[in-house]
């Protein structure tokens, strides 16, 4: 019998491997940086390959107290049902739309429930750090990491700030921008850090799956891998400040390198700290078989789910993606109540990774006043991008948000959010909001299952508008730049809201 089993084990780990052959050889939408300083410094890329790799390792190298797992617990098929459930309904939803992504999620699921549903709660245990890698594989959302990305931005612009003062170098920071001396630095999206912070997190999981440390210890290493991800990039922002001719791809390269290798470092130099505190614990010695055996029905249970994944992945009718429909171009009237208005740019250097699948920016004036109305629309059919961030709020580069408040600029009216922001001398005042939008939250998990690949798309574009102009000087500067906004913005209420056809001119 026990023959029997190990076979069956063995064929269902084929099995799975046919049925995930798609995920394990998924290469996620390239950058546009090269392959090394993308992957060290791009937040969206990841390199699933190399994760699975890693992930096998650590499970061979539990091997030990995966078997002793095993021998101690008892099968929980009900359990088992609780992450089988998800799990097969993500495969099945990834393979309807064709999308990769919920393939990517199903797969830890799974395999955890399939351990469970074999060998017992014991060994899912053991394998649980090798399992919550694997969904690193699978690249953050833009929607959650446009609103990460942004913060971290302005995060380390202000740490390399203050780092230059305390070194004796004159620095002013300006939201995105450091002057120094006679040059500027714009702290751009891969200089955010995010991915230095995914990384080292990453390698706190695989370090505290290797050596055995006690939960605390393992939950205090990992929960303190970011602040030294954040911590080297922005000495790694500090030192292109300085060194500014250190900006070539292949000095990217090599500072990426350089940053994994110190951070690990101080990832080893917390975890002999760690130790001193709680050193590890004693050996239990290996347990004798006390749990039950998976029976027959369990073993067969699971080679005929392995079996029905693959037969889905091949036999399972595939949804097509909506085709895009025809876009006409973005436009506002050049002439309205007395104001006339210009096309004009936007700055995509600042926006970064922020797409639009159509866009239009025009700046009014009437008199000596003038406000700048941009408004973008997407269809939101491209998974690996979103116009959803916070960097909507200004117009472009060196602003420092100084307040920001919500209002309605009319009653009933569609919600905005006011933004008062500061640069040098100037200051400006915006106005920005969204319509067929959900919040963060709401927007991570469509675009973590395709909702709008799917069935279930929305009907309409996704729509942002934002009104900026300058504050004038004096006490009723404010006032005086919200009555101009709230004037403009009633005369071109009905054209910026206009609802646009959605994918296939819905």
Request: charged fraction near 15%; proline fraction near 8%.
């Amino acid at each position: 019998m026990r023959w029997a089993s190990s076979w069956a084990d063995l064929c269902a780990a084929l099995l799975l491997l046919l049925a995930y052959r798609e995920v394990l050889l998924w290469i996620p939408r390239a950058s546009g940086l090269p392959q090394v300083v993308g992957w060290f410094f791009q937040s969206s890329a990841t390199s699933p390959q190399l994760i699975y790799a890693v992930a096998a390792l650590l499970l061979a190298s539990r091997g030990s107290a995966l078997r002793n797992a095993a021998t101690s617990s008892r099968p929980a098929p009900w359990l088992a049902a609780t992450l089988l459930l998800p799990g097969v309904a993500l495969f099945l939803w990834g393979v309807f739309i064709d999308a990769v992504q919920p393939l990517a999620l199903s797969l830890p699921l799974v395999l955890a429930g399939l351990s469970m549903l074999r060998f017992g709660p014991g060994v899912t245990r053991a394998a649980a750090l090798p399992l919550l890698l694997l969904f690193f594989a699978v690249p953050l959302p833009p929607p959650l990491s446009h609103a990460i990305v942004h913060p971290l931005q302005l995060a380390t612009g202000a740490t390399a700030t203050m780092l230059l003062r305390l070194g004796g170098v004159s620095a002013i920071l300006e939201g995105d921008v450091i002057f120094v001396a006679d040059r500027t630095f714009d702290v751009l999206e891969t200089c955010g850090g995010l991915r230095s912070i995914e990384t080292l997190t990453q390698l706190a999981i695989v370090y505290t799956a290797f050596f055995r440390v006690r939960l605390v210890h393992g939950m205090l290493l990992v929960a303190v891998a970011p602040v030294i991800g954040f911590t080297f990039n922005a000495l790694r922002v500090l030192f292109i400040i300085l060194y500014p001719e250190a900006q070539s791809n292949e000095d990217h390269a090599v500072q990426g390198v350089v940053m994994f290798v110190a951070g690990a470092a101080a990832l080893r130099a917390v975890d002999a700290l760690l130790l001193r505190v709680w050193p590890l614990p004693e050996s239990e010695g290996t347990r004798g078989p006390s749990g039950r055996p998976s029976g027959p029905r369990r073993i067969a249970a699971g080679v005929a789910l392995a079996a029905g994944l693959v037969i889905a992945s091949v036999a399972l009718p595939q949804r097509p993606p909506p085709e895009r429909g025809a876009h006409t171009a973005l436009t506002l009237p050049t002439e309205v109540e007395g104001w006339s208005a210009t096309p004009s740019e936007w700055d995509p250097f600042y926006l970064g990774s922020v797409r639009f699948t159509r866009a239009g920016t025009y700046r009014y004036s009437r008199g000596d006043q003038q406000v700048e109305v941009f408004l973008a629309s997407d269809d939101r059919l491209r998974r690996s991008e979103s116009f959803l961030s916070p960097k909507n709020a200004l117009p472009g580069r060196g602003w420092q948000v100084l307040d920001t408040w919500k209002l309605h600029l009319e009653p009933g009216g569609q919600p905005m959010v006011a933004t008062l922001a500061q640069s040098g001398s100037r200051e400006l005042l915006t106005y920005h909001g969204y319509r067929n939008v959900e919040g963060v939250a709401i927007e991570t998990l469509r675009s973590l299952l395709a909702l709008d690949r799917s069935p279930f798309r929305r009907g309409r574009e996704g729509r942002v508008v934002r009104m900026a102009t300058p504050l004038p000087q004096g006490a009723e500067g404010r006032a005086a730049a919200d009555e101009r906004l709230r004037a403009l913005y009633v005369a071109l209420e009905p054209m910026l809201w206009e609802p646009s056809p959605g994918p296939g001119g819905r």
